[in-house]
């Protein structure tokens, strides 16, 4: 069967967890018609702490994993509208019972699978060298719209939603597949726009 990528909203800090009962399940299951590949989006960042250089993979997406998936029967994928989707009875009833998987919304309204480009733009992660910069003495505000410099979103804006002064951390919230996504962000990782920029800014 057809597979497509979708995301897959999981419990904060389960995503290891969800990701491992997956892939257990899949092998005991017989379920690899129906389900592939399983991700959790890394990122290399190395950073500066006590005077001490490492490099650590952290989450682009804490509270999300990729999974490969026929969701809907025939091959039906991201172009396909969603009056015309059928899903597809095991792969469902496999996600609902998978602990840690959140598919609340879904029953509302069936997820779109990812396109390509947007597959892309989550999975090309590339080690960040920036940790290593001094902290900006820049104050950021929440509601505030401001552009990533760095990690898998790099280019992208968002809205400020936190603000961690003393750790220099923001959360940031970014459109990416039609809904918006928490990107946990360093100060050095983002840039507050200029007039002219906000300007250019497309209109909601």
Excluded at 119 to 125: E, G, M, N, P, V
Excluded at 126 to 133: I, V, Y
Aim: hydrophobic fraction near 35%; glycine fraction near 8%; proline fraction near 6%.
């Amino acid at each position: 069967m057809k597979k497509d990528w979708f995301v897959i909203q999981t419990l904060t800090g389960k995503e290891g967890k969800v990701k491992e009962s997956i892939e257990a399940r899949v092998k005991k299951e017989e379920m690899h018609e129906y389900i592939g590949t399983c991700l959790i989006p890394t990122e290399k960042v190395t950073e500066t702490k006590d005077g001490k250089k490492r490099t650590i993979n952290r989450k682009v997406f804490p509270g999300y994993v990729l999974v490969e998936m026929a969701l809907y029967t025939g091959g039906e994928g991201a172009d396909t509208e969603p009056r015309k989707r059928v899903v597809v009875d095991r792969t469902w009833q496999f996600l609902r019972e998978t602990p840690g998987v959140i598919i609340g919304s879904w029953l509302k309204r069936l997820p779109t699978p990812l396109s390509q480009a947007e597959l892309d733009a989550i999975i090309s992660t590339k080690p960040s060298q920036a940790a290593e910069k001094p902290r900006p003495k820049v104050v950021f505000t929440v509601g505030e719209t401001v552009k990533l410099n760095e990690g898998a979103f790099m280019g992208l804006t968002g809205l400020v939603s936190m603000v961690d002064p003393d750790k220099g951390k923001l959360k940031v919230e970014v459109q990416v597949f039609s809904r918006k996504v928490p990107v946990d962000v360093d100060y050095w990782q983002v840039e507050k726009l200029s007039a002219e920029d906000m300007a250019a800014q497309p209109q909601a």
